[in-house]
Every structure is written in structure tokens, then in C-alpha cells.
């Protein structure tokens, strides 16, 4: 079983700053494709940042300058740096990950949110 868990989350100002991390655990044997998304009240989920297992990375405009993703390979966790925070990044964030199991099964897994509150 593979566990993906975020930690990180919390109240802050706006323009401070935050960085969450991600901790996949389990049965894994590699890590491939990674992301974080976030979720705001009434709204869809929607993709902040990605990063390839060799590094290569994307962000949504909306966060460009201000994000920054980044992951150990060795400890199998991702992080977000956020700075800049602005009350509209409100939001739950979610990690993401493809993965292959060290049964040889190709996954796509979830954490289960960690929120994030932009407020003066």
C-alpha cells in the first residue's frame, strides 16, 4: 500500500511565506511524475506545479515567481515553496504522484489535502 502524505499547511499573512512537503511511503519502487493542486471553496481543483523525476518543471501562470517545486528523490518527497502568498491562494493543496509499486503496478495517488489560509 502507498501513502502519499502532506504536511505543511496553515495560517499566514499575506505575503508570507509557506513550504509544504509531501512524504510518500509504502511499497514503492520509483517515483515518476509529481504535482501539487489545490482546491479553493466552490471551486475545481486545479494544477499549481509539476516536476518530472529528473527535474523538469511546470507551473500555472497564476503562481509563477512566487512558487517553486522541488523533490528528493532519495526520501521520495516533494515540496512547494510558497511565497508571496496572496489571499486568493486560499485553498486546499494536494500532492500527486505517478508511481510504479514494487508489485510492478503503475499508480496515480492522492494525498488527502493540507489547507492553506491567506489572511490578515
Known amino acids: 500500500q502507498v501513502q502519499l502524505v502532506e504536511s505543511g499547511g496553515g495560517l499566514v499573512q499575506p505575503g508570507g511565506s509557506l513550504r509544504l512537503s509531501c512524504a510518500a511511503s509504502?511499497?514503492?519502487?520509483?517515483?515518476?511524475?509529481m504535482g501539487w493542486y489545490r482546491q479553493a471553496p466552490g471551486k475545481e481543483r486545479e494544477l499549481v506545479a509539476s516536476?518530472?523525476?529528473?527535474?523538469?518543471?511546470k507551473y500555472a501562470d497564476f503562481v509563477k515567481g512566487r512558487f517553486t517545486i522541488s523533490r528528493d528523490n532519495a526520501k521520495n518527497t516533494l515540496y512547494l515553496q510558497m511565497d508571496s502568498l496572496k489571499v486568493e491562494d486560499t485553498a486546499v493543496y494536494y500532492c500527486n504522484a505517478d508511481l510504479r509499486t514494487g508489485y510492478g503496478i503503475y499508480i496515480n495517488d492522492w494525498g488527502q489535502g493540507t489547507q492553506v489560509t491567506v489572511s490578515s
Open positions: 516536476i518530472t523525476n529528473s527535474g523538469s518543471t
Open positions: 509504502g511499497n514503492i519502487f520509483t517515483m515518476y511524475d
